[in-house]
């Protein structure tokens, strides 16, 4: 139990990467560790909560061995994904609304680990072109880079002037200094004075 807290290994259900990394780690830890299956089949529900936590307490008296219970798994959660299906989740997967870059390209790199014939670097890099965000591509001035390294590299360029012109657009009640004063006698002060 400690060991799975160690790892910080939650799910909820939803999204089949997220499934398929939960799987893995779990598997991860099952296999580093001395417990026996059937003690980490039964403190495993700690991990998991909404749709998987349900799915658990209704399946649970079918978990006879860790490969039941994997099985159980994988088939509610993952699905049994074909090589056609598979590709076309990878190639119709859009960047979502508040995800970064780097996350966007983790779960598209751990899809592929999952394709038995591989992309050309080629593919791979019209794929997520073709998939980040407008503003991520308008960034680079809608030319495509040659890998996913430098198309990983400008969208975290582009995050990080983001997140600058956001700090830079504090009202003005944020300022710790007081404001120049603006007024017509200030501004005659400063051509007198000069």
Known sequence: MKRLQNWKISFAG????????????????????REDDQRLIDTVHATLSGEADLWYHAARPSFKTWE??????????????????????????????????????????????HLTEKLSRREKVKIVWNNIRPEYRSSMCNRMPRS???????????????????????????????????????????????
């Open 68 to 113: 039941r219970f994997e099985s159980s798994f994988r088939k509610m959660f993952i699905g049994k994904l074909g090589e056609f299906k598979l590709l076309h989740e990878l190639r119709n997967r859009k960047q979502g609304e508040d995800e970064s870059i780097l996350t966007f390209i983790m779960y598209f790199n751990f899809y592929l680990t």
């Open 14 to 33: 939803g999204d089949r990467a997220k499934a398929e990394m939960f799987i893995t780690r779990l598997t991860t830890c099952r296999t580093g560790s």
């Open 148 to 194: 996913l390294k430098k198309i990983q590299k400008a969208g975290e360029r582009y995050e990080d002037a983001l997140a600058i012109s956001k700090n830079s657009k504090r009202n003005e009640s944020e300022t710790i200094l007081p404001l120049p004063d603006k007024s017509p006698d200030a501004e005659n002060r400063c051509r007198i004075g000069s």
